[in-house]
């Protein structure tokens, strides 16, 4: 076992002794390696070919940074960038329209509504007056801030486009982030045809750019399936015995 994993197994039977060892045999079940792929480098996909996400289904989150969290499987919480991992982990999935953070941006941009009448505010506001926060919020000024910077961010992709997260100036998140500039962008999952999945980054912008049509987003590739996996080797060795969808955004640094 590679000294990273063994590592994480040790900290997380630790801190978790049920949970976290149940998250990595489930992985290592499922484990095939690691995709030769440059786990950092991003790929421009359509977000309008994002139906789902590989989750098991939504639940309302009591804190944090979103109101409804997609309920991911253990092991594809425990997966690291770039792992590729067999099994039906790809066909487990449930719609990215059904969460409250789309269906509230869709509302409020396409339908002219208003933040007070979407799911997204009132359930923050439930949460703040419980002495929780909302996005980094604690009192109903500083969530104000908060859509404030999601209707900047609307305004900026309206008339500049979809920019990597690096390149998008004066358009700030008030909340903080753990994450490098060059490396917060929307994260996806591939499954074993090529279809790609959202899987827990960048809901905002993804729900903004489908809403504003935008045909070409910037996204950094968190688990490939095996079988896909294999497909890029196959053209990678020139080696394709079968029709190729070498027009997949993943595969263009192949051709």
Known sequence: ?????????????????????????????????????????????????????????????????????????????????????????????????????????????????????????????????NGKDAYGATSEKELESRFEYIERLYQDMKAEGYKQNRY????????????????DEVTINIGRDGEIFYYNKGRHRLSIAKVLNIDNIPAIVKIRHEKWQHHRSDIKMDNCKHSSPRGHPDLKELQ
């Open 1 to 129: 076992m590679d000294t990273k994993y063994k590592y994480r197994l040790v900290r997380d039977i630790l801190k978790y002794p049920i949970k976290k060892p149940l998250r990595y045999y489930g992985w290592k079940k499922r484990f095939a390696g690691k995709t030769d792929a440059d786990v950092n480098k991003i790929i421009w996909i359509d977000p309008n070919e994002i139906k789902y996400a590989t989750a098991t289904g939504i639940y309302m989150r009591k804190f944090g940074r979103n109101i409804d969290e997609f309920s991911r499987p253990g092991y594809l919480i425990y997966a690291d960038k770039g792992d590729v991992l067999k099994g039906d982990w790809d066909k487990i999935t449930t719609p990215f329209d059904r969460i409250a953070e789309y269906k509230a941006i869709d509302h409020v941009f396409k339908k002219g509504g208003q933040w007070k009448d979407t799911k997204m505010y009132y359930s923050s506001m439930n949460r703040i007056k």
């Open 168 to 183: 998008r100036k004066g358009v700030e998140d008030p909340t903080t982030s753990d994450v490098s500039e060059d490396l």
